[in-house]
Nanobody
Framework: QVQLVESGGGLVQPGGSLRLSCAASGSIFSINSMRWYRQAPGKERELVATITRSGSTNYADSVKGRFTISRDNAKNTSYLQMNSLKPEDTAVYYC?????????????WGQGTQVTVSS
């Protein structure tokens, strides 16, 4: 069974940094695109960043120049480096991945990790 597990969330002051990790485990053949989403209270879930298997990246305008998505294909892990954090970055951050496994090709979500930016 495939699972995605996020880690690295927490409380940080404005201007600070956090690094989120998303580790995929299970009977995985390959992972295509990996993404990070976030959902703030009372708001819809929004796509923050995407990275393809080859390493091409794309970002939401609100995080360009501050966030960096990366991945380690050998470890089936993606990362989201978040710098210059703002209070409006406060949200639950979710990892998402398109994974080929013994059960077929499906999209998977992590359980989410809370990021709170506050002084």
């Amino acid at each position: 069974q495939v699972q995605l597990v996020e880690s690295g969330g927490g409380l940080v002051q404005p201007g600070g940094s956090l690094r989120l990790s998303c580790a995929a485990s299970g009977s995985i053949f390959s992972i295509n695109s990996m993404r990070w989403y976030r959902q703030a209270p009372g708001k819809e879930r929004e796509l923050v960043a995407t990275i393809t298997r080859s390493g091409s990246t794309n970002y939401a305008d609100s995080v360009k120049g501050r966030f960096t998505i990366s991945r380690d294909n050998a470890k089936n892990t993606s990362y989201l480096q978040m710098n210059s954090l703002k209070p409006e970055d406060t949200a639950v951050y979710y990892c998402h991945a398109d994974i080929s496994s013994y059960t077929g090709y499906s999209a998977y979500w992590g359980q989410g990790t809370q990021v709170t930016v506050s002084s």
